[in-house]
């Protein structure tokens, strides 16, 4: 298919672009949490090594180099590889282990957060960019075409290789203390899940008009774009359809929202424009797992399943549950269902907002479901569902208030004592 693919309407010609900046910063964004990307960025040094040895050698003063040998700065580099191996390995070893345990202990969701780690991933490519820097060190003094000059050069970059593993060493120890931790893991996901609310809170449709209450009934006639495989819907491209939409006088409405399942040809957008539909779905990036940039319903879940896996009767810890729950309210605090003229920044194309409702089914309810026999779980949920029942926003006050409620109902079929029914109808008061 080529960049531009064409079709005649009733009275003009539309021409759907298949990609736009939005989408390349979006596949860039992933593409650099990719663990071999940094590691290629130091790696480099020895690819361009010979090139650095050739422009630099010229200025090195002849007395330093008749007291630097190339025999010293090869044996050098030889210890930085053997070294640099072994400490790669022993740390990949490492960074394996943590997210197996927080696999077991927090969530296979969160595997997804450890795995795109900075501060590892930037260790782990420092350790091994070192060692494939010190291989292409090794193979240009060993070829011997090198100088003693050039060996000069040679050892100052092998200085500055060893500062940068010396201090990725030292990041890697702090590091080390709480990686893969249920309560580090915890507020990564948290931290993960407060950036795509407050993008929502900013952008409450992503930019899109808000299909609001009383306002979600599409005009006759529209045109569905469907989508071409099965998957979950990671990234909406809303500024090519938006640019799209200005261009050709046509309005898109969004059938989907980043973190919704489809299969293949269920409906992604409807559109006014008479067009073969290949183009614009483009626009929507579709993978086998839920990512958190967008879909703050994602991130609100993986907490959920945090506090789900605390309350197992395997691991019964109900101080991990109330941890979430405090976690859960404090992202919701802010909660604001948008009016219609919320930051829009596409005003032709329109989206449906994440409810407060679908949030507080996500994040609390399944916690008061499996801690419905835990006394200190149920006044904790109650006391956050309580403050929130108070939110300026009418949706969120309603939605506590009714999360309160089923919550209210389970414990009093769980819960044995009168003593503990007491405690509870206590803090629950009227609503």
Sequence with gaps: MDGNQSCTGASNTVKFRISSFSAFVFKLHRLSRRLWVRASLVAGLGLIAPFILGVLSPLVPDKVAEAISVE????????????????????????????????????????????????????????????????????TLTTGYTSSHGAVVM???????????????????????????????????????????RTRLEWPCLGARPLVEGETELPPGMIAVQARKTGYVQHIDLTAISEQAEEDGFDAYLAVQPGSFVSQDDVLMYHTARCSNDAISDSFTLGDARLFDQDPRFGVIVLSEIAQRALSSGLNDPGTAIDVITRLHRQLADYKYPDTDDAIEYPRVWMAPITADSLMHDGFEPIARDGAAMIEVQVRLQKALKRLANSADPSMAKAARAAAKRAMERAENALTLPNDLERLRGVYGPR
């Design 72 to 139: 010293d700065v090869e044996s050098i580099v030889e210890i930085l590889a053997s070294s640099m191996l072994a400490v790669t390995i022993f740390s990949l070893s490492v960074m394996l282990s943590a997210r197996q345990s927080a696999s077991s202990q927090v969530t296979p969701r969160s595997h997804q957060i450890l795995l795109e780690d900075t501060t590892s991933q930037t260790v782990q490519a420092t350790f091994l960019g070192a060692f494939v820097f010190s291989l292409f060190g090794m193979i």
């Design 155 to 197: 050892l100052g970059m092998t200085l500055l290789v060893i500062a940068l593993v010396v201090l990725a060493i030292l990041r890697w120890i702090d590091h080390l203390t709480s990686l893969g931790s249920v309560l580090e893991t915890t507020r990564r996901v948290e931290d993960a899940a407060q950036q795509a609310i």
